[in-house]
């Protein structure tokens, strides 16, 4: 970096802001996008590095270093707490690693209108709990609640474990201070046309958020749990589709397939609790120790590849496991006692049998420990990676179908269904798989998600329900766009026509 | 016209499909913006006149006509069924009026995703009717539903009378086909980042929309209506909130102020039925005859302006009608018992008196019929026209006491509050006035709207709510939109930098 441009940037930062330590850069080369995982347990840290990396505290410094990067042409890429898991933070080409954590206080609440007012660079569990605190709920909590950021939220469109109930990011944010690729500092809400839209999900390729405006809830009076058996995953899956379309809204949907359910259910067990009595889980217990079962599992995908799958895939179904549908309603006594009820009825005209409370409290007990699972798929020499895709509900079994045939000699599949709206629904689908060495390990990472993504967009699925696109999906969020990129690239163009927005995300492609 | 451009338009349209004759063209001069209405009182009726009526049958027309369009330099607007009230589809410079209604089949409904598509140019109750036939309904019930088309709800994001539960048209649309102003065909939805909501409320000077997907719902099983009474409108302003913040989600709800409860329970009687015992309504009853109410109402505004408002304002306070708010709840049965149950409560709880479901049954009977009683204010020499703006729940009542205020001098004002939300309200004034003749009502007119307008901004509202922008509000909306306003400009230049596409609309100005 040319000296007067390092000046320049000390001078709107100052030194404690500014870093060009090898450690940091570094830390900062990647965030938990899986593949970058694959590289760095093969000892390559560094294969997406900034050349420094910037703490601005306001939109004010922000607007003056996006304005220095313009005159000198150096590309700048947003960084929050680098939970991404689509490589949406790593520099393709060098420049900025800007982090937005120096942005964290919330600026105000009111409970009369029910918003906040919080800078982006919060952390997402500390925003909650000071909302807690004042008797309020984002109502937002994604499974990286304890190390992710607002901006992060608003880059990705996030949504949270009670989105059926609270929505995802993008409709709990009423307006945003944003800081343009050109510098610009704009106030954008939700004017008449809608712009604020274009920008949330953007991934820091039009601009940063610096403040938002966000939607805040009085916390819940009640909260009612309910575990209910279905036998098959399509019976399920209609099962959450007729309680919607009745009206009601759950704040937790949770379906999981025939294997995901036999890994739910026997991670299921509260500490120093008896379990009630639940004949699938009790069925399973006697089969595998629960401590066991997860190792046993991933071993599958550890010895067995390619044909794990299908192995996997049998062993639940022979087991009787069925599938599990987890809700929860929040609110007013009175009204979540109706939902419930309504909701139950739907499930029992549909065979669905009701387990009672524990499944669901057992979830709720751990329903952040997943994510800190998959590392050890890592440490045994494994991966694994998660895909959220969306879909109609006309489309949804086939689009489960479609997935894992896709990857059945590649990986082992178990799915989940955690986001229902209206017209359809999402799967969250995690594949765990292994290969001899990092090359290959690296070629069937990519093969996978090749495999993947191509199965549902034939289908008619999106490229991404909540996790985002970075460089992983780029490509394939344009096949999804078609003609409408255009509207996107035309915002670029007037902003940032030089691409030095968090380059290669979404798929803008450099024009010089 | 040059000739071998009207032989091009043809060549795409046919004949029957394009029009110079002086009838259409002054048919298809104004819309319903009051301010044409009294210029057409006064004989003007063709100040924005179109040069040619063309009604394209799909897409690829369109987008032919818009590219012959972009080649000569022509201007162009969009026209569904004329029914706005802000000057959104005057021609000011000219050009073709391009009329969608041909473009009107439901192409299909799907009940198991919830989604319809549908061609724009149907008209509104066409839409709802069709798919009431098959137990759908989209929810959409705006007063001007019998002259109105879809494309016209899209681009002025129309609210409907159920927008509490339903959403407003932005909520319903789920994707759309779009003929951007360059004359190219792209199919926008909502994938990440949203740029439908872009073109959702641009009004025609982003593209038309040709095709959309809409989401609809089960007929309900149950509809009930409910009346309650509260001593003044901040209360009941209140309820709503408490309401709302409770996680009740009423279809209706329509807070009235004083001057608007004693004309609505004047109106509220069934024909041919008695009238459950109602303390006000038979207070008002013996006092004014029910048909000779509106006259009497309006005969302020015609005789006694300026000083109207005072006395407009006072007569209903001294009759005691108070403020009355209609709710009503539709779905599942056990559901909309729970939530009226819980609803009362807290009206209850906040001094409101039940006033049984007659108010709100005598609501819904004649619930379109206000919009065709205006005209006849225009018959009898004054003018009226709506303003409906938004705003947080903190700044409600400053807002509805400085549009009060800003008016008090210019016209008889009266309020309701009908589309309510989580974060705040809107607020549907409704102002009549006069004045001695043409040009001094076109002058009171238009200082009406600059200090309603001025009012509302200055109290941190928004400058429509369902309405739209048209000319009227064009200037407002810019100073609304501030910064942000530059992003709307970015797409405006990517795909119209002529600015071709409705000219004047949304404050875009010409730079040639």
Chains 1, 2 share one sequence.
Not at 10 to 30: Q, T
Not at 119 to 131: A, K, V
Not at 265 to 286: D, F, R, T, Y
Request: glycine letters at 10%.
């Amino acid at each position: 970096m040319e000296e007067t441009l390092r000046q320049s940037l000390l001078s709107i930062v100052g030194p404690e802001s500014f870093s060009e330590d090898p450690e940091d850069i570094v830390s900062y080369a990647r965030d938990l996008w899986p593949r970058t995982t694959i590289l760095a347990r093969g000892g390559t840290y560094t294969s997406y590095s900034s050349e420094a990396i910037l703490w601005p505290k306001d939109a004010s410094q922000l607007s003056r270093i996006l304005k220095l990067c313009n005159e000198h042409n150096l590309p700048f890429v947003p960084f929050g707490a680098g939970s991404g898991v689509c490589g949406g933070t790593v520099a393709i080409r060098g420049g900025l690693c800007i982090d937005t954590k120096r942005m964290n206080r919330v600026l105000w609440f009111d409970k009369e209108r029910g918003l906040a007012r919080v800078e982006c660079g919060i952390n997402g569990q500390i925003l909650e709990e000071t909302l807690n605190r004042n008797q309020l709920t984002l109502g937002h909590f994604p499974s990286s609640i304890y190390c992710s950021t607002l901006g992060g939220f608003l880059a990705a469109r996030s949504a949270g474990q009670l989105s059926t109930k609270f929505g995802k990011m993008e409709d709990m944010v009423s307006s945003a201070e944003v800081v343009l690729p050109d510098g610009s500092v704009v106030e954008v809400g939700q004017e008449r046309p809608d712009l604020l839209q274009a920008l949330v999900g953007a991934e820091g390729t039009l601009g940063f958020f610096t403040q938002a405006t966000l939607r805040v809830h009085p916390l819940a009076e009640e909260r009612l749990l309910r575990g209910i058996k279905f036998t098959d995953v399509a019976t399920g899956a209609r099962a959450i589709r007729e309680i919607l379309h009745a009206g009601i809204r759950p704040a937790v949907v949770r379906l999981y397939d025939e294997l995901d359910t036999w890994m739910a259910l026997a991670g299921g067990k509260k500490e120093g609790e008896p379990h009630e009595k639940n004949q699938i889980l009790e069925a399973i217990k006697q089969r595998v120790p629960q401590d066991r079962l997860m190792r046993a599992a991933f071993s599958f995908a550890l010895q067995l590849a390619p044909k794990a799958g299908v192995v996997a895939d049998l062993g639940p179904r022979l087991l009787g496991a069925g599938c599990l549908l987890i809700l929860a309603f929040e609110g007013k006594k009175r009204l979540v006692q109706a939902e419930e009820l309504a909701a139950l009825d739907i499930a029992a005209r549909l065979g669905g049998k009701d387990l009672g409370r524990s499944p669901g409290e057992a979830w709720l007990q751990k329903r952040y420990a997943v994510s800190y699972r998959l590392s050890k798929v890592f440490d045994a020499g494994a991966f694994a990676d998660t895909m959220e895709i969306a879909i109609t509900w006309n489309r949804l079994m086939p689009l489960y179908d479609a997935v894992r045939k896709a990857l059945q000699d590649e990986a082992v599949v178990m799915a989940h269904f955690s986001h229902a709206y209206h017209e359809g629904c999402s799967i969250y689908f995690t594949f765990s798989s292994s290969a001899p060495d990092e090359a290959s390990s690296l070629e069937r990472y990519d093969r996978i998600w090749k495999r993947a993504l191509d199965a549902a967009l034939a289908v008619g699925a999106s490229t991404s329900h909540h996790h985002g696109i970075g460089l992983l999906k780029a490509q394939h969020l344009r096949r999804e766009l078609g003609t409408g990129g255009a509207l996107l690239d035309a915002l670029k163009h007037g902003f940032d026509e030089k691409q030095l927005s968090n380059p290669g995300k979404l798929g803008f492609t450099r024009t010089d």
